[in-house]
C-alpha cells in the first residue's frame, strides 16, 4: 500500500513512490539520493511532528515533517 | 598541460577540507558534519615548477544552485580550472550525479575517491579501474585525514581530463550511475557495528533525548573541571608567583602616580598591584585574556572539537529541531548557536547555512544578544562567580529566557513561515587525536593572534579615556539611563564604551566599580546583550546587509533597556 513517509513505522523499509513538490524540492531531494525506486528505511520519527529520518544507501537524512508527508512510500503490509 | 586553478568539489562532508588542507599545508577548520565550510579557501602549492592556486568550494549537491553555499561553488565554475572532485566512496551513486554533471561541463576533471579507508569496514568493495573506463578520467581512492593516495592524486594532476560528455536529463544520469555502480562495486553483508548502534540510539527520541542530555551536561561539566584545573593550578600561580613580583618592582621603578605607571600597571589597591582591579596594560590587560579566558577557551574547543569530529551535532540538530521552529528557525541553526558560544564571529558566519533572509535576520539577532562567548562567559564566571554560583545562574538563565522569548516574538511578528530541516546525518567517527589537537591549535592561536591585542588595546584605551576624562564626560551624559533606570552607576559607562571592543574586557571593568551583587548581575547581564563585539558587528552587517543590521541593532538596544530596568526592579 502507499503511505507518506511520516505514516512509516520505525525499521518498516518501504520503496519511494513519488515525490509531490516543485522543481526544486524534488531536484534538492534526488540530488541527496531520495528518488522514486529507492529502498529507504525509515530510522525515527520525532514527537510532535518533528522531523523523520531516513536511511538510504548507508546514508541517514533527517528531513522535516512538512516535507516528508510530500514523499510516498510504497510498503507492504 | 598548464593550469592556475584547481577548484575542489563535492558533495557536502566528503572531505574536501581535508584534502585541501593535505595538498596547500593550510589550515582550515575540518569536522565531521555538513556545512563546515561557508565560504571558499584559497591555497596555493607547487606543481612541478609552477605555483598553482587550489580553492576549497563549499560542499554541494548539484551544479543548479539551490543554496547560498551551493551557490558559491556554482560561480567558481564559470572561470576556468581544473576540478579535482571528491567523492564519498562509501556513497557512490549520489555523489557520481555530481560527478556526471561537472563531465558535461567540459571541464578538466580528476576524481579523489574519499574515505577509502571506510569502504573497508562498511563492506563496500569498488574495482578502481572499472571506473576509470566508465567516466573516462583518473580515478584516485584518497583519505583525507591520513593522507593516503594524496601523493597519487597530485601525481596524477596532469592526466585530468575535459571529455565533453553529451547533456543528459537527470533520469539518465541516474540510469547511467545505476549500470556503473552495477558493475564496479559490490557489497557484502555485515553486523552492524557498535558506533552505528550509538548513531541508531542518538537519533531515535526516546534514547536520544537523555543521551543529548547527557552529553550536554557533561560536555559543561568537563568544561567546567578542566577551565578551573587550568587557572587554579597553572595560571593564578604562575601570575601570583613569577609576574607580580616583576610588577611590583617595575611599579615601583616608574613611581607612583606617573603617567607610564597608570598605563602600565594602573591603580594599586591597598598599595598592591591587583590583577582584577589595577586595570593596567601589564596587569589586568594581561590577566583577563591569559589568566581568566584562555584556559576556558582551551577547554571548550578542546569539546567542541571532539563532538564536531565524532559527528555529534547534526543529531543534536535533529533533536532540537521543534524547539528551534518555534523561534522560527529550524534545528540547523543550532550550528552557528554552538559555535557562537565559543566566538560569535564563527557563529556569524555560520549563519550562511541556513538558507532565507528571514531565517538569518533571527538567528543573527537572537546570537547577537543571548549567546555571549567564551571570553565573556569565562569573566562572568570569574567575576560574577565570587558573589555565588546562583548569581552566575541568573546572568544565564535570564539570557536564556531572553532567547527563547525574542525567538517567538520574531516567530509571530516576521512575516513567513520556518523552513524546514533537510539535512544528511554523516555517520559517527572516532574523533583523531591528530586532527583535534590541530584543529584546538588553529583555535588557540587565533584567539591569542586576534583577540589578545585587541584585549590590550582595549585596556590602554580606557585608560587613555579615563586620563583625558572623556569617560567621565559620556558618564554624565548618560547618568539617566545607567543611575535611574538601571540601577548602575555612571562610572560603569566605561565598561559599555569597552564592550563594543571586547567583551571580555567590559565585564571586567565591573570589577573595580565596588558594585553590589544586584549591580553586577544588571551590569553583566546587559554588557551581554547591548551590542556584538565590532568583530562580529562587521561579519554580521556583511551577512544581512546594512539594513537588516540596523534593526537588529534597534532591537539589542531596546531588550538590553528593557532587561535592565525589568532586573532593577525584579532582583
Known sequence: MTINLTEMQPSEIGLVKEIQGGYGFTKKLHSMGVRPGKKITKVSSHFWRGPQTIDIDNIQIAIGFGMARRILVEVER | MKTERILLIGNPNVGKSAIFSRITGARVIISNYPGTTVEFTQGKMKLGDENVMIIDVPGTYTLEPTCKAEDVACRMLQEDGLVINIVDATNLERNLHLTLQLLERGIPVIVALNMWDDTKHRGICIDVKKIEEHLGVPVIPTCGLTGEGIKELIGRLPEAKAIN?????DSQKWEKIGKIIEEVQKLTHRHHTLLETLEDLSIKPLTGLPIAAGVIYCAFWVIRFIGESLIGYIFEPLFGKLWLPLLTKLSAVLGEGSFLQHILIGNLIDGKVNFGQSFGVLTTGLYVPIAMVLPYIFSFYLILGL????GYFPRLAVLADNLMHHLGLHGYAIIPFILGLGCNVPGALAIR???????????ATLMAIAI???????????????RGGRYVAIVFLTLFVLLILKGLILNRVLKGASPEILVEIPPYRIPQAMAVIKKLWMRLSGFLREALPFVLLGVLLVNILYALKIIDFFAYIFAPILTNLWGLPQ?????????FLRKDVAVGMLGPLNLTTKQLVIGSTILAVYFPCIATFVVLIRELGIKDMLKVTLIMMLVAISVGILLNLVL
Do not use: H, N
Request: charged content about 20%; aromatic content about 2%.
Open chain 2, 491 to 499: 562610572e560603569a559607562i566605561g565598561a559599555l564604551i569597552v564592550g
Open chain 2, 165 to 169: 560528455l553529451p547533456a543528459s536529463s
Open chain 2, 353 to 363: 547555512v541556513l538558507e532565507e533572509r528571514r531565517e538569518k535576520f533571527i538567528a
Open chain 2, 372 to 386: 555571549p562567548c567564551m571570553a565573556q562567559i569565562a569573566t562572568i564566571v570569574g567575576l560574577v562567580g565570587q
Open chain 2, 307 to 310: 563532538l564536531e569530529d565524532l
